[in-house]
Nanobody
Framework: QVQLVESGGGLVQAGGSLRLSCAAS????????MGWFRQAPGKEREFVAS????????YYATSVKGRFTISRDNAKNTVYLQMNGLKPEDTAVYYC???????????WGQGTQVTVSS
């Protein structure tokens, strides 16, 4: 099992930036696809971004494309989400998730709150 801990959330003004980190422990994430998801109050959890195990392919939700960047550092067993141009609608709890390539996301962090004020 992979244990995931997110950090880096906080309160930021619209147009600002934050970098979220997801530190993994228990086993290396080298063979895992990694993803970021978010859940706003009263809404279902939604996909934000993902990066495959080989660090070749990244995917983004339409709403964040061009503003957010997902990256990984396998040596540090950490995944990042750089968020620029933040908007109030980006306010949510952000979750990191891991999955063996080709399978479902079965490992989740506890989440970190991101609040964007207008």
């Amino acid at each position: 099992q992979v244990q995931l801990v997110e950090s880096g959330g906080g309160l930021v003004q619209a147009g600002g930036s934050l970098r979220l980190s997801c530190a993994a422990s228990g086993r290396t994430i080298r063979n895992y696809d990694m993803g970021w998801f978010r859940q706003a109050p009263g809404k279902e959890r939604e996909f934000v971004a993902s990066i495959n195990w080989s660090d070749v392919n990244t995917y983004y939700a339409t709403s964040v494309k061009g503003r957010f960047t997902i990256s990984r550092d396998n040596a540090k067993n950490t995944v990042y989400l750089q968020m620029n141009g933040l908007k109030p609608e980006d306010t949510a709890v952000y979750y990191c998730a891991a999955r063996p390539s080709g399978r479902g996301y079965g490992n989740w962090g506890q989440g970190t709150q991101v609040t964007v004020s207008s």
